[in-house]
């Protein structure tokens, strides 16, 4: 069973950046896919960007390409995601998940955390 724990959310003014972690426990993250997805109030949870297990190959949503990062610290046992640029519409709470198999899409991930809020405001 794997614990993920995310971390380093906050509010940060448009054009901002910001620097989520996703920590594990119970696992190790190079085993899995990782993925980040984020949920606006009255929104549906959307796919973010993922990493392979190997490290080696990310992909993002349309959105947040050329200003979201997605890194791994295999010392730390913790995926993370880097935010630049960020806009108004990034607000939302941020997951991530981890997939034994590659995931197709958000059912497809067997572990999540619990979230943590990001909230891009003037």
């Known amino acids: 069973q794997v614990q993920l724990v995310e971390s380093g959310g906050g509010l940060v003014q448009p054009g901002g950046s910001l620097t989520l972690s996703c920590a594990a426990a119970?696992?190790?993250?190079?085993?899995?896919?990782v993925g980040w997805f984020r949920q606006a109030p009255g929104n549906a949870r959307e796919f973010v960007g993922r990493l392979n297990r190997s490290g080696t190959r990310t992909s993002y949503a349309d959105s947040v390409k050329g200003r979201f990062t997605i890194s791994r610290d295999n010392t730390k046992n913790t995926v993370y995601l880097q935010m630049n640029s960020l806009k108004l519409e990034d607000t939302g709470v941020y997951y991530c998940?981890?997939?034994?198999?590659?995931?197709?899409?958000?059912?497809?991930?067997?572990?999540w955390g619990r979230g943590t809020q990001v909230t891009v405001s003037s």
């Open positions: 119970g696992g190790t993250l190079p085993t899995y896919f």
């Open positions: 998940a981890a997939a034994q198999m590659d995931p197709f899409g958000a059912a497809d991930y067997d572990y």
